[in-house]
């Protein structure tokens, strides 16, 4: 039988490990060569042509 020391010391454990295979996720897919295009159209469309600094 499991105790609630054994069941939060293992949430917590796979829960290390999901977070820090998660973030490897979202490294491998921004850094994808595939990618480069999307990311790099997105910052140049994120302004409209009018924006630019109050004056």
């Not at 490897?24 to 994808?32: G, H, N, R």
Request: proline letters at 4%; one cysteine or more.
């Amino acid at each position: 039988m499991f105790t609630h020391e054994t069941l939060v010391e293992g949430s917590k454990m796979w829960g290390l490990f999901y977070l820090v295979g998660f973030s490897i996720c979202v490294l491998i897919y921004t850094f994808l060569p595939a990618n480069r295009e999307r990311f790099e159209r997105a910052e140049r469309e994120i302004f409209d042509k009018d924006d630019g600094p109050w004056t």
